[in-house]
């Protein structure tokens, strides 16, 4: 599958710090991060294929914290439109595949994704083709620091929900996911269950 | 919603176009093979007695589904079980945590291409990890057990479960061997065993002789039903002339309409020691009354049994005197004969022929007898006569074979014949086996061209030896441990067969195993109906009458 050619309108961030492994992105927009477990990707020679696991926003100062007004936000914007200037919202990315040729492949890139480059969100069919198998769980596992069982849970819903909630591709993630977890009943069946609910 | 989960968590197996069941994991030559299902498999749609392939590298391993067995990876999950309703959980477990190992029994192993010939090769390896596991195809099943269109030595016996192609019998090994017919009361045992009779009369593989004691084979028999009770074709009706109807009791016969065609009689002259020796548990007769009746013999000669009853209660103890006998145990010999006297088929002089050369004479003409117990449905009765009958026919046996084996002519080898005894058990126990013709028979095997066809339901009665003589076993139920172990005696692998004998179901369901078929197999055997009829070679009442119709237009001109 040859990889649609990136609208760089449509980005929602863009990388600020990059590995192999992770990566973190600015959000264009404050409060506008891709949500939890959504599949992102880079712009570039080398698409790099993500998983949101962590959002935050702050200020821009590393030293600054934002200070509570006891305001609304409509009544802050009216207020002080300024502070919002001086926040940022950020969004840290596991890295599950990369694009070439072919299309999605779930193994790491080869180079981690250039800094600035944008980050867009994922096409259906992009989704479809990294988790058409419960491979791209494995980065899950074995990543650092991710919530892990939250991150599978999520990440298998938007998966599920590009295959307009298939049931039979359900049970087989599950059971991919029941032999990359060890048999772990206790734990297979609270993921399952929070997954379907 | 729920058919979903239903199409998940098991197909029925006719939905699917692949028909691959399983992978082979696990394995030995000696316990058989292990196979994991599918998960898109119902473990309920696999079925003990199935015919399933599996494709080794090299050749292919024809099997039998032995036993079934539910497996879990982790004894959490069996601790707790997904929650009633949690159907997500459960199809996610099916076949990956939890599984169902299928244990096969490979029978027979064919390299690709291959065909059974008359021999078949007996398993020697087993199949390597992963080998697939398919349902046997139509064609498998006729590569292994031959089709009737291919060759006339091939007889229809009914179908394996859940397929429609035709397992057949090899008759011309099938009468080579004595045979036995083995099942419950009520699970079909006297409609395999006209079945098989059919085969043999039809092909003319054999020549048989039925010692038909509950009246079942010859005319029309009473069959069982849920519809209500109706009735099938015998033997007679379905072959004509090429069947003779002996009658021990003709006035029972005709009340029933049926004309037999010879009426059988007994001179108390043609009862031989041997034949009150084989009645031995019968009439409950110590040995030393049987010795009191080797010594009347040695006086009276061929006149013993006449002398012995026509002597009066009182005049007994002089008898006795005048043999130099034990008086009391030759008094106990006169008492439990004297049932004999009672039979009407007894008497004193034969008018006309004797049965025996009669019966001969029938079967060197190929042709076949029922002889029917009529009322004489008392176990003495069919014992005294069973054993008298095929004595003296098993005598003229010898004799011919003698000449053959002397004059080496074709045209003097004796016509195969096949004996059909019921209640076998009563014949062939181990204290009376080693005593009656039917023992002598079933040993010697077909040094003399006769053979058995032994029909019981109580393998477990039936001596030992006798039953590892048997070359094909055909067997419907049995729930008594000891008749299942009985009736696999002699059979390596037992274990496997064990199982699959005591899940058949009641009805038209049987085991096949022996000489005769290249591997066992569980058959749904084949309907005794209409369509038999017709392949039998028996002609509807219209087809009767045209052909009825040509023969005398072809005889007289229109």
């Not at chain 1, 009943?185 to 993921?191: E, F, G, V």
Request: aromatic share 8%; hydrophobic share 40%.
């Amino acid at each position: 599958m040859a990889l649609a050619k990136v609208d760089t309108e449509a980005f929602i961030g863009e990388v600020i710090e990059s590995s192999t492994s992770q990566f973190v992105a600015e959000s264009r927009e404050l409060n506008g991060a891709p949500p939890f477990g959504a599949f992102i990707k880079t712009s570039g020679a080398i698409p790099v294929y993500g998983l949101v696991f962590n959002v935050c926003t702050h200020s821009i100062e590393p030293n600054r914290r934002a200070t509570a007004y006891g305001l609304t936000e409509q009544e802050l914007r009216n207020e002080q439109p300024q502070i919002f200037e001086l926040l940022k919202t950020e969004f840290e990315a596991v890295t599950v595949g990369y694009g070439d040729d072919r299309g999605p492949r779930q193994v790491l890139p080869p180079q981690p994704p250039g800094i600035h480059s944008f980050v867009l969100p994922c096409a259906e069919s992009e989704i479809k083709a990294l988790t058409n198998n419960g491979d791209y769980l494995r980065c899950v596992l074995s990543g650092n620091r991710l919530p892990v069982d939250d991150l599978i849970i999520a990440s298998v819903r938007h998966a599920w929900a590009a295959r307009a909630f298939d049931m039979p591709y359900l049970v087989g993630i599950g059971k991919d996911l029941c032999r990359l977890i060890r048999d772990d009943y206790d734990r297979l069946s609270s993921i399952m269950r929070r997954i379907s609910q | 919603m729920n058919e979903l989960w239903d199409d998940l968590n098991g197909k029925p197996m006719h939905d699917l176009n692949n028909n691959q069941i399983g992978v082979v994991t696990k394995g030995s030559l000696t316990e058989g093979v292990e196979m994991k299902l599918n998960p898109d498999r119902s473990v309920e749609d696999v079925k003990a007695g199935k015919f399933v392939v599996i494709e080794g590298y090299k050749n292919q391993f024809f099997s039998m589904i032995t036993d079934l067995s539910l497996d879990a990876t982790n004894p959490d999950i069996l601790l707790y079980p997904p929650q009633d309703g949690d159907q997500l959980l459960h199809s996610v477990l099916n076949g990956a945590s939890t599984y169902v190992t299928v244990a096969l029994r490979p029978m027979l192993m064919l390299e690709a291409g291959e065909e059974v010939v008359d021999e078949p090769r007996p398993v020697k390896t087993i199949p390597s990890h992963f080998s697939k596991v398919v349902e046997a195809e139509e064609e498998d099943v006729s590569r292994v057990f031959g089709s009737e269109d291919r060759d006339d030595r091939f007889f229809n016996m009914g179908t394996p479960l859940d397929m429609d192609t035709p397992v057949c019998l090899n008759l011309n090994r099938f009468v080579e061997r004595s045979n036995g017919i083995f099942g419950k009361t009520g699970t079909g045992k006297s409609f395999l065993t006209r079945l098989v009779l059919c085969g043999m009369i039809k092909k003319k593989k054999a020549v048989n002789l039925i010692f038909d004691m509950h009246n079942e084979y010859g005319f029309q028999a009473m069959k069982e039903g849920s519809s209500g009770d109706s009735f099938v074709k015998g033997l007679k009706q379905l072959f004509g002339n090429q069947v003779a109807l002996f009658s021990l009791d003709p006035a029972s016969s005709r009340q029933r309409g049926i004309q037999p065609d010879h009426e059988v009689h007994i001179a108390y002259d043609q009862i031989a020691v041997e034949d009150v020796v084989a009645l031995q548990d019968e009439l409950q007769l110590n040995p030393t009354a049987a010795e009191s009746a080797y010594l009347v013999a040695a006086m009276y000669k061929n006149k013993w049994l006449r002398q012995l009853l026509s002597v009066d209660g009182p005049g007994i103890e002089q008898f006795a005197e005048e043999l130099g006998a034990n008086k009391s145990s030759l008094s106990a010999l006169h008492r439990k004969l004297k049932r004999i006297d009672s039979f009407p088929f007894m008497v004193t002089k034969l008018e006309g022929a004797d049965a025996v050369d009669t019966m001969m004479d029938y079967i060197d003409r190929g042709i076949h007898i029922v002889l029917e117990f009529g009322r004489q449905t008392s176990m003495l009765a069919y014992l005294l006569v069973a054993n008298i009958l095929s004595r003296r026919i098993h005598e003229q046996y010898i004799k011919k074979s003698e000449k053959y084996y002397a004059s080496q002519n074709p045209a003097d080898k004796p016509k195969q014949l096949v004996i059909t005894i019921e209640e076998a058990h009563k014949f062939l126990n181990p204290t009376t086996a080693k005593q009656t013709i039917f023992g002598i028979i079933a040993r010697e095997m077909r040094k003399y061209y006769v053979s058995l066809l032994v029909v019981d339901q109580r393998p477990s009665g039936i001596d030992e030896e006798v039953l590892s003589q048997l070359g094909t076993k055909i067997t419907a139920l049995l729930n008594d441990e000891k008749d299942i172990q009985g009736v696999l005696t002699g059979v390596s692998n037992a274990a496997g067969l064990r199982s699959v004998l005591a899940s058949l179901d009641s009805k038209q369901q049987a085991l096949m195993f022996g000489h005769a078929v290249p591997m066992p197999v569980v058959i749904k055997t084949r309907n005794y109906d209409e369509d038999f009829y017709r392949a039998m070679g028996d002609l509807t009442e219209e087809e009767k009458a045209e052909k009825a119709e040509a023969a005398s237009a072809a005889l007289f001109g229109d």
